[in-house]
């Protein structure tokens, strides 16, 4: 097996690099900073719905002494900035692949973002079965307040899914239409800004078999995944019907704060500040603030021996 210490996938948009461990985290009012051994200094904008859980992550990773490797997109420099962060196993290299790898490049990038969708959030989240069972009554819920047209629409797509996913999928890249409604939901979820397109192009990475929940990548806004639902016509015409952020913990969060006001007749702005209401409240930001966690934070790291002092 060999590493590269940074490598691209530029249909997803991201790029990866080996960071090492990290020495420091430092939150500031609209960004976080990490450093590392080498004193390498990286920023992570506050923006869209994972950066409160990568700062989590970089405390826990930084505490436990583990190397990392973080995310950014392609279109940033990976010497400045990141948008995720994940453990690199050692003996398990996050960014290894075999030798002939160079000459199998889609194959090298299906192998490390199965491993990189490994430790993100959403699938911990799914595998775990008292999640599976609120997430699966959630979604039970939710089709019982579809229209009869909805339903119908859910239900074919489903079926068409559940047998012809891996020929949908041979594209990787799509464009889906989007509606007001869309634009909304993904504002208020994942904190995406979808003014003035008329459709997203999403990667796709995999179908929730036996619904038309489909996990995606947006190659738009620096590699940011989330779940869309998928409608789709017997001539083959296909929308986004919902889309949301694949974290199990924010609905009750999202019910308690905008349970009336997700479909009032408002411009994007009352949908982007109601993703920041949901998302203080999802990740108690406002306790976390008010402890001193936006003051400059650092860890000082003793020898192990101490007579090195």
């Known amino acids: 097996m060999i590493t590269d210490p940074t490598i691209s996938f530029d249909k997803r948009s991201i790029t990866f690099t080996e960071f090492g461990r990290i020495t420091a985290v430092r939150e500031f009012e609209d960004w976080v900073e990490i450093s ?19 700062l989590a992550k970089c405390r826990s990773f930084m505490t436990k002494n583990v190397k990392t ?26 960014l290894a692949f075999p030798k002939d790898g160079k000459n199998a490049p889609d194959t090298v990038e299906q192998l490390i973002m199965e491993r990189v969708w490994k430790q993100e959030v959403w699938s911990e989240n799914i595998s775990n079965k008292t999640n599976l069972i609120k997430e699966r009554d959630r979604f039970h819920i939710a089709l019982q307040a579809q229209s009869d047209r909805d339903k119908f629409l859910t239900d074919r797509t489903t079926t068409f899914l559940n047998t012809n996913y891996s020929n949908f999928a041979v594209k990787k890249i799509i464009y889906l239409r989007l509606d007001k409604r869309t634009r909304r939901r993904a504002a208020m979820r994942l904190g995406v800004d979808l003014s003035g397109h008329s459709n997203l192009k999403v990667h796709l990475e ?6 038309n929940f489909i996990h995606v990548t947006l190659p738009e806004f ?13 001539d083959g015409n296909q929308w986004i019907s919902t889309i949301n952020n694949g ?18 007749d408002e411009p994007i702005t009352h949908y982007l500040a109601l993703f920041k209401e949901i998302q203080i409240s999802r990740h108690d ?24 002092l």
């Open 285 to 308: 930001l406002m306790k976390n603030k008010n402890q001193g966690a936006a003051v400059y934070q650092t860890l000082i790291k003793f020898p192990k021996n101490r007579d090195v």
């Open 222 to 234: 620096g590699g940011l995944d989330g779940i869309i639902g998928l409608h789709r016509n017997e």
């Open 36 to 54: 590392n051994e080498a004193d390498l200094k990286l920023r992570m904008k506050k923006v869209y719905h994972r950066w409160p859980h990568a």
């Open 247 to 264: 974290d199990t913990q924010w609905w009750a969060h999202e019910v308690k704060i905008a349970n009336l006001s997700k479909d009032v």
């Open 206 to 211: 995999g179908h929730l078999y036996n619904t």
């Open 69 to 94: 490797v973080t995310r950014c997109s392609v279109e940033t420099s990976n010497t400045a900035f990141f948008n995720e962060i994940y453990i690199d196993p050692p003996g398990a290299r996050l």
